[in-house]
């Protein structure tokens, strides 16, 4: 397969995209507002999803990514402007090879303090710290406020699969036309021109044109689409 390259800026190839910005018809009868972003930080990728109610805080999720050091992925949700609880489940490093799973589970009251808590490591239960819990709640205030403004900026998550003559979305969808903000790498380019793939990223789309601002990630074309976690037990 080919595909022509112009620069390394400038992709004349068929648009993915993903998770947006946006309120659907059902979503608009119960008044939701759903957002999505991402990032790059550190060799950490790190997708998000936001969800707000009559423009208050309702519901938030992650998706990160930190390669051979592990992954987790959470569920957060808010009452009355309050985080009220989350749930996220995941696996890290321990030690130089072996990789453990882990678990957490905390609710909070209306004055934000952790009424119920569970934390397990390697099927340990052990406590979580002060400093974890806030680290936990300020994680959830930077996925409001980074989508949020990524929003503002006309981006959002956007994610699919290039098959060699086109990309397609996670939803089916297809495009046209793909512009790079920023110069790839040469490897990046030779794997777009040459491999189907999955791949990822934080960009804008207008009519039949997409522009990428950031490239979260690129693999193999049997990668799944990251969907947004569900974790938290509505009953």
Same mark, same amino acid.
């Given at each position: 397969?080919?595909?022509?390259?112009?620069?390394?800026?400038?992709?004349?190839?068929?648009?993915?995209?993903?998770?947006?910005?946006?309120?659907? $018809?059902?979503?608009?009868? #119960? *008044? &939701?507002?759903?957002? /999505?972003?991402?990032?790059?930080?550190?060799?950490?990728?790190? !997708?998000?999803?936001?969800?707000?109610?009559?423009?208050?805080?309702?519901?938030?999720?992650?998706?990160?990514?930190?390669?051979?050091?592990?992954?987790?992925?959470?569920?957060?949700?808010?009452?009355?402007?309050?985080?009220?609880? $989350?749930?996220?489940?995941? #696996? *890290? &490093?321990?030690?130089? /090879?072996?990789?453990?799973?882990?678990?957490?589970?905390?609710? !909070?009251?209306?004055?934000?303090?952790?009424?119920?808590?569970?934390?397990?490591?390697?099927?340990?239960?052990?406590?979580?710290?002060?400093?974890?819990?806030?680290?936990?709640?300020?994680?959830?205030?930077?996925?409001?406020?980074?989508?949020?403004?990524?929003?503002?900026?006309?981006?959002?998550?956007?994610?699919?699969?290039?098959?060699?003559?086109?990309?397609?979305?996670?939803?089916?969808?297809?495009?046209?036309?793909?512009?790079?903000?920023?110069?790839?790498?040469?490897?990046?380019?030779?794997?777009?021109?040459?491999?189907?793939?999955?791949?990822?990223?934080?960009?804008?789309?207008?009519?039949?044109?997409?522009?990428?601002?950031?490239?979260?990630?690129?693999?193999?074309?049997?990668?799944?689409?990251?969907?947004?976690?569900?974790?938290?037990?509505?009953?």
């Amino acid at each position: 397969m080919k595909m022509k390259i112009y620069l390394a800026v400038f992709l004349s190839i068929a648009v993915l995209t993903g998770c947006s910005s946006q309120t659907s $018809l059902n979503d608009a009868n #119960e *008044q &939701l507002t759903h957002y /999505s972003g991402g990032q790059v930080m550190g060799g950490v990728t790190s !997708f998000y999803w936001y969800t707000e109610k009559l423009s208050l805080p309702y519901s938030a999720a992650d998706y990160v990514n930190a390669g051979e050091h592990g992954w987790y992925k959470t569920e957060y949700r808010w009452v009355d402007k309050k985080l009220r609880e $989350l749930v996220r489940t995941g #696996e *890290q &490093l321990k030690g130089d /090879s072996r990789v453990i799973p882990y678990s957490l589970h905390v609710r !909070f009251n209306k004055d934000g303090e952790a009424i119920y808590q569970q934390y397990r490591l390697d099927h340990k239960v052990l406590p979580l710290k002060a400093d974890k819990l806030l680290l936990l709640t300020q994680e959830a205030a930077n996925i409001a406020k980074n989508t949020k403004s990524q929003h503002r900026s006309g981006m959002r998550l956007i994610q699919g699969y290039w098959d060699g003559e086109k990309f397609e979305t996670c939803a089916g969808e297809s495009f046209h036309h793909v512009e790079f903000k920023t110069t790839l790498p040469s490897f990046v380019v030779h794997r777009l021109s040459t491999i189907d793939s999955y791949a990822a990223f934080i960009g804008r789309v207008k009519a039949k044109e997409v522009s990428v601002e950031e490239l979260l990630m690129l693999d193999e074309d049997s990668h799944q689409c990251v969907t947004r976690p569900h974790l938290i037990d509505d009953k």
